[in-house]
């Protein structure tokens, strides 16, 4: 059985720092595509970062700069470090697996999602 699940959400005040991580069971990510999506209350899910099997990343531009994603094939984690956040930065974040591998953010490229975790910034 696959399941992702991410933790490291929590309230923290604008300008803070968050590191979520999302741990996957039941295959290795190794080969996989993975994305940090949010979705805020009344919007759409959208993509925040990405990494490829290969590494290489992609950062969407409200969030380049501040966000950053890595992974440890080992330990079968991937991160987001979340820097000098922002009250628009609240939203829940899900982590998801792309089988092709590389990064792209449509969500019906996405097998498998984690249950999200909340991120709130408030002061």
């Known amino acids: 059985q696959v399941q992702l699940v991410e933790s490291g959400g929590g309230l923290v005040q604008p300008g803070g720092s968050l590191r979520l991580s999302c741990v996957a069971s039941g295959l290795s990510l190794d080969y996989y595509a993975i994305a940090w999506f949010r979705q805020a209350p009344g919007k759409e899910r959208e993509g925040v970062s990405c990494?490829?099997?290969?590494?290489?990343?992609s950062t969407f531009a409200s969030v380049k700069g501040r966000f950053t994603i890595s992974r440890d094939n080992a330990k079968n984690t991937v991160y987001l470090q979340m820097n000098s956040l922002k009250p628009e930065d609240t939203a829940v974040y899900y982590c998801?697996?792309?089988?092709?591998?590389?990064?792209?953010?449509?969500?019906?490229?996405?097998?498998?999602w984690g249950q999200g975790t909340q991120v709130t910034v408030s002061s």
């Open positions: 998801a697996t792309d089988p092709g591998g590389f990064c792209r953010y449509g969500t019906d490229w996405y097998d498998y």
């Open positions: 990494i490829s099997s290969d590494g290489s990343t």
